[in-house]
């Protein structure tokens, strides 16, 4: 296969993924037509019989017969859901039960009317979204659907039949199918179908046979349905092609951009791309340019709802920033390798244009380069626009009216007194000029547009000669006459501009610094805790709100119970709205198109690993956010997911760490261990060996050394089993002491025997100072230390060396010391040595590294300290120290041993 004739890797991965992605989720099938009537409900329930025939799990979750006999006979006797009833203002309404159906969990389910939009109250607006919702459950779904209900022929629909469908489903719905079944009928049998009384009821029959039901119009819709059903299977086989890599025409790299703005025309133009980008199989997106002018409320909500359509039909939506609306999209363009720009042809007379600074579309056209355009027109209600010149273009209230016009008449009225009967009418002009140019850096442009106007007249009618009349004699004051109004009105509305601009640029930078306050806070955090108190910190200030964090428990559910931090707290219905957003990893609640009755806004967590939980963000104002704000929420929302993902990501390192920690202290224990146990195991095999064959004949002697060989090897054994006991214990916090007075000095010499044998070679020396008080401790375990130390004092001092042990008090603590004349401990051992398994480097073979560990666990376990340090002239000193409770001293006298 040459590379001409090869596929496009990306575009095979991304058919093989749109199959995968399928596979996933349940099987959705649309009986479709080309208006009510045709048969489509009828269809689904043959259809639906016959799984049940199969043995397959049917349930009806919504079907309306709307009074049609033969579709009431197909209806009865199949397995249904009962519907949710809802009031609404006092009114019963049905709807479909999703909640049941999810808990039934049939295999395949009937939902009729695809389009239909929920009661007030419902979880979703649109019935649609509950399919999809059971769909992402697994389960498969037979519905039915209208070509008129199609969003990007909606326009279209309007243009035929002259009737605006207000309920539609997203393009995309047609993507999620698996199966489209188009259920078709000629249009002199539907209206005969109509006449007959099988459609509507009488009455309405004969109003839909006048209007919608023309033949002309059934004819439109139903070539209009042939279409789409054949496109469909067109791309079904373009995908088909693709997975079985058969040679073929792909695709080109084409990219589609439309221009949003805040115009009903803006509706028209996505379902115009989005209709383009289907039959080109291409990605588009949507780009508002955000100007420094305000836009009023009633534009921020038509520019939310084009928004909102761009992103419900698949497109990606970018808002960017400029003051050049061309150049805005032509950087965006080049930036995201578009091909093709489609933009509305406003109907404007060429008094607007030029006023407007030219048309827009013409420039677009001259400076777009290899970059095709494509101008889409609408109708004149839709795009048509009132008259508004750029010097009045304004948002400024009355009182920057008022203050502009009597600023302009106290000046002028000073003037007079200052100039009245004077040739200086120039200067005159000059300070009123100034005084407009100071006012067009605190008000709006219609106020300077009024000041500018009003200056001149009363500069014509009160100073320019013949004074008191708008005649002006002198060609020269003319000139200068209008000069005045011109420079005024530019200079004024140029100051105005930059001060717009800047007011743009201040909040850009706001919300800029906002980001990047919150962002390097949570990047200087050390713990979760800390991460979720600076999120909750900046959006509550940012955006005016208060915040809840819900984050993902272990067992990979939503937590029930609000993250401290949180500065509200969610009953059991906004749970259950935050945890739809947990699960379906999408935004729900107020102002949004799942459970808009909630009183706060969810949002998931969302991380390249998962879903970490869900914001909850209760709004105190009631108006929905603007567009710049809710891009800067969801890049908020964005980067605490991320940080959230960190810190778990911190956590499972650290637990990592433990592990292999622990594997590697496993491992060591248990080649020590076994170490340990096969030396003594061996010691008692030998001797019980010698003692039990009857060939060997031992004396009294021989036996008594054999007998005392596995008495030691026991020993030994009993002292390994007891450090792993004590081990045990001290890391599982069930150690208890039993505290009572002890003699310091009885302690000492109890140890002593203890390891009497061992020390059989060495010099021992006790040292213990007079009158020491009673200590309140806990004695077996503290003799288990000292045995310990003595042990290992024994171990490493070379035969016939000293060892010492001795015991004095330093202010309000018992000292206890025990040093040997060994080897010592290298520097960096003096730390480590008393850590779980350590052996210092050259240390005599045998142990297992506990005994030392165990000492520091039970010091501590008494508030004491343990600590290691090399002596001047070789050895090793471990020195003890216990805090001393107040009890009366008595005399004791020092012993030696």
Same mark, same amino acid.
């Given at each position: 296969?040459?590379?001409?004739?090869?596929?496009?890797?990306?575009?095979?991965?991304?058919?093989?993924?749109?199959? &995968?992605?399928?596979?996933?989720?349940?099987?959705?099938?649309?009986?479709?037509?080309?208006?009510?009537?045709?048969?489509?409900?009828?269809? #689904?329930? &043959?259809?639906?019989?016959?799984?049940?025939? +199969?043995?397959?799990?049917?349930?009806?979750?919504?079907?309306?017969?709307?009074?049609?006999?033969?579709?009431?006979?197909?209806?009865?006797?199949?397995?249904?859901?009962?519907?949710?009833?809802?009031?609404?203002?006092?009114?019963?309404?049905?709807?479909? $039960?999703?909640?049941?159906?999810?808990?039934?969990?049939?295999?395949?389910?009937?939902?009729?009317? !695809?389009?239909?939009?929920?009661?007030?109250?419902?979880?979703?607006?649109?019935?649609?979204?509950?399919?999809?919702?059971?769909?992402?459950?697994?389960?498969?779904?037979?519905?039915?659907?209208?070509?008129?209900?199609?969003?990007?022929?909606?326009?279209?629909?309007?243009?035929?039949?002259?009737?605006?469908?207000?309920?539609?489903?997203?393009?995309?719905?047609?993507?999620?199918?698996?199966?489209?079944?188009?259920?078709?009928?000629?249009? *002199?049998? !539907?209206?005969?179908?109509?006449? +007959?009384?099988?459609?509507?009821?009488?009455?309405?029959?004969?109003?839909?046979?006048?209007?919608?039901?023309?033949?002309?119009?059934?004819?439109?819709?139903?070539? #209009?349905?042939?279409?789409?059903?054949? &496109?469909?299977?067109?791309?079904?086989?373009?995908?088909? #092609?693709?997975?079985?890599?058969?040679?073929?025409?792909?695709?080109?790299?084409?990219?589609?951009?439309?221009?949003?703005? =805040?115009?009903?025309?803006?509706?028209?133009?996505?379902?115009?791309?989005?209709?383009?980008?289907?039959?080109?199989?291409?990605?588009?997106?949507?780009?508002?340019?955000?100007? =420094?002018?305000?836009?009023?409320?009633?534009?921020?909500?038509? !520019?939310?709802?084009?928004?909102?359509?761009?992103?419900?039909?698949?497109?990606?939506?970018?808002?960017?920033?400029?003051?050049?609306?061309?150049?805005?999209?032509?950087?965006?363009?080049?930036?995201?390798?578009?091909?093709?720009?489609?933009?509305?042809?406003?109907?404007? *007379?060429?008094?607007?244009?030029?006023?407007?600074?030219?048309?827009?579309?013409?420039?677009?056209?001259?400076?777009? %380069?290899?970059?095709?355009?494509?101008?889409?027109?609408?109708?004149?209600?839709?795009?048509?626009?009132?008259?508004?010149?750029?010097?009045?273009?304004?948002?400024?209230?009355?009182?920057?009216?008022?203050?502009?016009?009597?600023?302009?008449?106290?000046?002028?009225?000073?003037?007079?007194?200052?100039?009245?009967?004077?040739?200086?009418?120039?200067?005159?002009?000059?300070?009123?000029?100034?005084?407009?140019?100071?006012?067009?850096?605190?008000?709006?442009?219609?106020?300077?547009?009024?000041?500018?106007?009003?200056?001149?007249?009363?500069?014509?009618?009160?100073?320019?000669?013949?004074?008191?009349?708008?005649?002006?004699?002198?060609?020269?004051?003319?000139?200068?006459?209008?000069?005045?109004?011109?420079?005024?009105?530019?200079?004024?509305?140029?100051?105005?501009?930059?001060?717009?601009?800047?007011?743009?640029?201040?909040?850009?930078?706001?919300?800029?610094?906002?980001?990047?306050?919150?962002?390097?806070?949570?990047?200087?955090?050390?713990?979760?805790?800390?991460?979720?108190?600076?999120?909750?910190?900046?959006?509550?200030?940012?955006?005016?709100?208060?915040?809840?964090?819900?984050?993902?428990?272990?067992?990979? %559910?939503?937590?029930?119970?609000?993250?401290?931090?949180?500065?509200?707290?969610?009953?059991?219905?906004?749970?259950?709205?935050?945890?739809?957003?947990?699960?379906?990893?999408?935004?729900?609640?107020?102002?949004?198109?799942?459970?808009?009755?909630?009183?706060?806004?969810?949002?998931?967590?969302?991380?390249?690993?998962?879903? #970490?939980?869900?914001?909850?963000?209760?709004?105190?104002?009631?108006?929905?956010? !603007?567009?710049?704000?809710?891009?800067?929420?969801?890049?908020?929302?964005?980067?605490?997911?991320?940080?959230?993902?960190?810190?778990?990501?911190?956590?499972?390192?650290?637990?990592?760490?433990?592990?292999?920690?622990?594997?590697? /202290?496993?491992?060591?224990?248990?080649?020590?261990?076994?170490?340990?146990?096969?030396? =003594?195991?061996?010691?008692?095999?030998?001797?019980?060996?010698? /003692?039990?064959?009857?060939?060997?004949?031992?004396?009294?002697?021989?036996?008594?050394?054999? +007998?005392? $060989?596995?008495?030691?090897?026991?020993?030994?054994?009993?002292?390994?089993? $007891?450090?792993?006991?004590?081990?045990?214990?001290?890391?599982?916090?069930?150690?208890?002491?039993?505290?009572?007075?002890?003699?310091?000095?009885?302690?000492?010499?109890?140890?002593?025997?203890?390891?009497?044998?061992?020390?059989?070679?060495?010099?021992?020396?006790?040292?213990? @100072?007079?009158?020491?008080?009673?200590?309140?401790? *806990?004695?077996?375990?503290?003799?288990?230390?000292?045995?310990?130390?003595?042990?290992?004092?024994?171990?490493?001092?070379?035969?016939?060396?000293?060892?010492?042990?001795?015991?004095?008090?330093?202010?309000?603590?018992?000292?206890?010391?025990?040093?040997?004349?060994?080897?010592?401990?290298?520097?960096?051992?003096?730390?480590?040595?008393?850590?779980?398994?350590?052996?210092?480097?050259?240390?005599?073979?045998?142990?297992?590294?506990?005994?030392?560990?165990?000492?520091?666990?039970?010091?501590?376990?008494?508030?004491?300290?343990?600590?290691?340090?090399?002596?001047?002239?070789?050895?090793?000193?471990?020195?003890?120290?216990?805090?001393? @409770?107040?009890?009366?001293?008595?005399?004791? &006298?020092?012993?030696?041993?």
């Amino acid at each position: 296969m040459s590379d001409a004739d090869r596929p496009d890797p990306d575009a095979l991965l991304k058919a093989i993924q749109k199959e &995968e992605a399928k596979s996933q989720r349940g099987n959705l099938k649309i009986f479709f037509g080309m208006v009510a009537g045709v048969g489509k409900t009828y269809a #689904m329930l &043959e259809a639906a019989r016959q799984r049940l025939a +199969e043995g397959i799990d049917v349930v009806v979750g919504y079907v309306e017969t709307h009074g049609r006999a033969e579709t009431e006979e197909m209806l009865a006797g199949l397995p249904f859901i009962p519907r949710k009833r809802l009031d609404y203002r006092g009114t019963q309404l049905e709807e479909m $039960d999703i909640d049941a159906i999810l808990e039934r969990a049939p295999q395949l389910v009937l939902v009729d009317e !695809l389009a239909h939009t929920n009661a007030v109250g419902s979880r979703h607006p649109k019935r649609y979204q509950d399919v999809l919702e059971l769909l992402d459950a697994g389960i498969n779904v037979y519905t039915t659907l209208n070509v008129q209900h199609i969003e990007s022929r909606a326009d279209a629909v309007r243009q035929i039949t002259g009737v605006t469908v207000h309920e539609t489903v997203p393009d995309s719905i047609l993507d999620t199918a698996n199966e489209i079944e188009l259920i078709d009928l000629p249009p *002199d049998e !539907l209206l005969k179908r109509l006449s +007959e009384g099988k459609v509507y009821t009488p009455d309405r029959a004969e109003l839909a046979a006048q209007k919608f039901f023309r033949k002309g119009n059934l004819t439109a819709l139903r070539e #209009m349905s042939l279409r789409l059903t054949a &496109e469909r299977v067109d791309h079904q086989l373009q995908d088909y #092609m693709q997975v079985k890599q058969i040679a073929g025409p792909w695709k080109s790299g084409e990219r589609l951009m439309v221009a949003l703005s =805040p115009s009903p025309l803006s509706e028209r133009l996505v379902r115009w791309t989005r209709r383009m980008a289907y039959n080109l199989e291409a990605e588009w997106l949507a780009v508002s340019v955000e100007s =420094p002018i305000p836009l009023s409320d009633d534009q921020q909500q038509q !520019l939310a709802k084009n928004m909102a359509l761009a992103r419900e039909l698949g497109g990606e939506v970018v808002v960017t920033a400029g003051t050049d609306i061309v150049k805005s999209l032509l950087r965006v363009a080049r930036q995201r390798n578009v091909t093709q720009i489609v933009i509305g042809k406003p109907q404007r *007379d060429w008094l607007q244009e030029k006023m407007s600074g030219g048309s827009l579309v013409n420039r677009l056209v001259h400076h777009s %380069g290899s970059i095709d355009v494509y101008v889409v027109t609408g109708d004149p209600m839709e795009s048509r626009q009132k008259l508004a010149l750029p010097i009045v273009r304004i948002s400024s209230n009355v009182n920057q009216y008022v203050i502009a016009s009597v600023i302009i008449v106290s000046v002028v009225i000073l003037n007079l007194v200052l100039f009245s009967g004077s040739g200086y009418y120039e200067f005159v002009g000059l300070n009123l000029l100034l005084t407009v140019l100071i006012l067009s850096a605190f008000v709006g442009r219609g106020p300077i547009f009024l000041a500018s106007t009003l200056s001149a007249i009363l500069w014509d009618l009160l100073f320019i000669p013949p004074r008191y009349t708008i005649t002006i004699s002198r060609a020269e004051d003319v000139l200068v006459f209008i000069m005045y109004f011109v420079i005024a009105l530019v200079t004024g509305n140029l100051t105005t501009r930059f001060r717009e601009q800047e007011r743009a640029a201040i909040s850009r930078e706001k919300q800029t610094n906002a980001l990047y306050t919150m962002s390097r806070e949570i990047a200087n955090t050390l713990t979760l805790d800390d991460v979720l108190n600076t999120a909750v910190q900046h959006i509550g200030q940012i955006f005016d709100a208060d915040v809840v964090m819900l984050l993902q428990e272990t067992g990979d %559910g939503l937590s029930h119970a609000a993250h401290k931090a949180s500065t509200f707290l969610v009953n059991e219905k906004e749970w259950s709205v935050a945890l739809w957003a947990y699960e379906n990893g999408k935004t729900a609640g107020r102002f949004t198109d799942t459970l808009p009755s909630a009183q706060g806004q969810y949002w998931p967590l969302v991380a390249p690993s998962g879903i #970490m939980g869900v914001i909850g963000i209760r709004f105190r104002s009631d108006e929905r956010l !603007l567009t710049n704000k809710e891009v800067l929420l969801a890049t908020f929302v964005n980067q605490v997911s991320l940080a959230i993902e960190r810190e778990a990501f911190e956590d499972k390192l650290q637990h990592t760490a433990v592990l292999e920690e622990s594997e590697r /202290l496993y491992a060591t224990l248990l080649d020590s261990i076994s170490h340990e146990l096969r030396t =003594p195991l061996a010691a008692i095999r030998g001797a019980a060996s010698g /003692l039990l064959d009857p060939t060997i004949r031992i004396d009294d002697t021989s036996r008594q050394t054999l +007998e005392q $060989d596995m008495q030691d090897a026991l020993d030994r054994l009993t002292r390994l089993v $007891d450090n792993l006991l004590d081990m045990t214990r001290l890391e599982s916090g069930q150690l208890k002491l039993r505290l009572d007075w002890c003699d310091v000095t009885d302690l000492i010499n109890v140890s002593l025997q203890q390891v009497e044998k061992r020390l059989i070679n060495h010099q021992v020396i006790v040292e213990v @100072a007079d009158h020491l008080p009673l200590i309140r401790l *806990d004695f077996v375990l503290m003799e288990q230390v000292l045995v310990n130390l003595l042990h290992n004092a024994a171990t490493y001092a070379p035969p016939k060396t000293r060892v010492r042990i001795g015991a004095h008090t330093e202010g309000s603590e018992m000292v206890i010391t025990v040093a040997d004349r060994g080897p010592g401990l290298p520097p960096d051992s003096l730390e480590r040595v008393f850590d779980k398994f350590y052996r210092a480097p050259g240390a005599a073979t045998g142990g297992t590294g506990l005994g030392l560990s165990i000492c520091k666990g039970l010091v501590e376990a008494h508030g004491g300290t343990i600590r290691a340090e090399n002596r001047a002239n070789g050895g090793t000193r471990f020195i003890v120290r216990l805090p001393i @409770a107040s009890q009366p001293e008595l005399p004791r &006298e020092s012993a030696a041993v």
